[in-house]
């Protein structure tokens, strides 16, 4: 459990770097083509989307399906799969974003970057403060062998994360939604 941590700490702290500079307006130089930037840019979104989907489509399995050994997988992989896609495809996506906004100088003048900004930080506070504690919870008690359906409490915590998930998808999508259709 502690390596969880440990690296969900290292990467939440890159993350909020890059958010930060996003938001001060704080624009990193172009150590690449600015195609490759783009296509950097792109790639953690593709990454990032596409596991948060699998990943809830995975649980959701996994916990319907009502079978321990699947939710103990389910509850490990994850957060092996958060950290390895969903925390690396936003590193990308952040990093880039830092060095592609420069060409629109203030972010928060310009409507489609602010709100899709927004949306995405809102996704971000959702991950780091009820995401990903439940799901270590979740990992944690799968490893004692409480399964969240044996429990009235836990049924509760599996609502609020679907719950959060669900939103979290909704903004990620409104983020994408803006940064497309501009």
């Given amino acids: ?10 990467e939440l702290l890159i993350i909020g770097v890059f958010t930060s500079l996003l938001f001060l307006g704080v624009h990193l130089p172009e150590v690449l083509p600015r ?3 783009r296509l950097l ?3 953690g ?8 989907t699998v990943g809830a489509l995975w649980f959701g399995l996994a916990v319907a399906s ?15 799969t958060d950290l390895a896609f969903t925390g690396v495809g936003l590193i990308l996506l952040l990093w880039n974003a830092a060095v592609l906004a420069g060409a629109y100088g203030n972010l928060f003048a310009v409507g489609w970057l602010k709100w899709a900004l927004i949306y ?5 506070v959702l991950w780091m403060f009820v995401l990903i504690p439940l799901q ?5 008690h ?11 409490r836990e049924q509760k915590l599996l609502a609020i994360y679907n719950a959060a998930g669900g939103l979290a998808v909704l903004l990620v999508i409104a983020s994408l939604v803006r940064m497309v259709l501009k």
């Fill in 1 to 10: 459990m502690k390596k969880y941590k440990i690296a969900y700490g290292v």
């Fill in 35 to 37: 195609a490759v930037h």
């Fill in 41 to 43: 840019h792109i790639a």
């Fill in 45 to 52: 979104a593709i990454i990032f989307l596409g596991n948060i």
């Fill in 66 to 80: 009502r079978k321990s050994e699947w939710f103990h997988f389910a509850a490990r992989l994850i957060n092996v």
């Fill in 120 to 124: 995405f930080t809102m996704t971000g």
């Fill in 136 to 140: 270590l919870r979740f990992l944690r």
């Fill in 142 to 152: 799968a490893e004692a062998g409480l399964m969240p359906w044996s429990d009235q």
